[in-house]
Structure formats: C-alpha cells, structure tokens
C-alpha cells in the first residue's frame, strides 16, 4: 500500500499517471524472494488495456518470486533532462502497486509480443521469426495495477 506523496505539488492526476505509464518502456520491478529479501528488475514492458505486460524465461527469479508472492511494486520513468542551471532535474514519473500472474492465452500472449516489439522497431519479419522460434520458451506476465502515483515536475 502506497503512503499519500510528501511533495504535492509534483503529484499527477491518476489520468496523468497512467499517460506517464504508456510512455515508459522500461519499469524498475521489486518483487520478494522465497526467503524474504527483495529482488528488483529493470524489464522492458508494453501496456495495454489497463495493465502492464512484460516477457520473460519459462523460468528464472523472477518466476519464482511471482509464485511465492505476486504483490510488486514498479518504477518507471517516461521523461528525464538535466537542468544544470537549476540543479534540479524535470522528470516524469509513475509508481505502481500491483499483482502479478503469468498469461496462459496463447493468443493474447502473441499478441503482447507483437505489440511489445512493435514499439521498438522491430520488423513484421524479426518478430515473426522470434515467435516461430521461441513462442514455447517465452513467459508473458500480466501486472494488474492496483494502485498508481504519477510524479511530474514537467508542465
């Protein structure tokens, strides 16, 4: 659960949070180890349709943690520039508290690969190829959200 943000003035409107969202293609995720201590991963991701997808081997840590505990929490940043004049950075942020599951639609977790790899140029052909060739060995998991925090200091 999420304490309400210290710096009110940077907080976003929950629309604003979700826009930041789609714009980040990478997420900071922190999940936690069968032993307690925290695991954090830097994943790239696609959202879509509310939620946030992200791919991955059949197995690994990361798998391991979502059986053990499914609660996350994830980082991402859309926009990031230096301004040295100000010293300070503009920046444009969301946090989000989340449940992870592992997708078992074949044909939505296809569709998640070609739209994921879609937003890094990679051509129909490549994508194609990677599905024909590693479809089996591919993990798609689905974060639903649960709570999110938009942090902007872009107007």
């Keep these: ?19 930041i969202l789609q714009n980040c293609k990478y997420l900071s995720i922190a999940m936690l180890n069968e032993d307690g201590s925290p695991y954090n991963v830097v994943v790239d991701v696609v959202y879509d349709q509310g939620k946030v997808y992200f791919h991955c081997a059949s ?13 996350i929490c994830a980082t991402g940043v859309a926009a990031a520039v230096g301004v040295p004049e100000e010293s300070t950075t503009k920046y444009a942020s969301v946090i989000i508290d ?5 997708l078992t639609d074949p044909a939505r977790k296809e569709a998640l690969i070609r739209k994921q790899s879609e937003q890094f140029g990679v051509t129909p052909e490549k994508i194609q190829a990677t599905i024909d060739g590693n479809f089996a060995a591919m993990t ?15 107007s």
Aim: net charge positive; glycine share 8%.
């Design 1 to 19: 659960m999420m304490k309400p943000m210290r710096k009110k003035e940077c907080q976003t409107t929950t629309e604003q949070a979700y826009t």
């Design 59 to 71: 197995e690994g840590q990361k798998l391991d943690c979502i059986r053990h505990d499914p609660r």
């Design 98 to 102: 989340g449940k992870a599951s592992i």
């Design 140 to 154: 798609m998991v689905e974060i639903e959200i649960r709570g999110i925090t938009g942090k902007s200091s872009v």
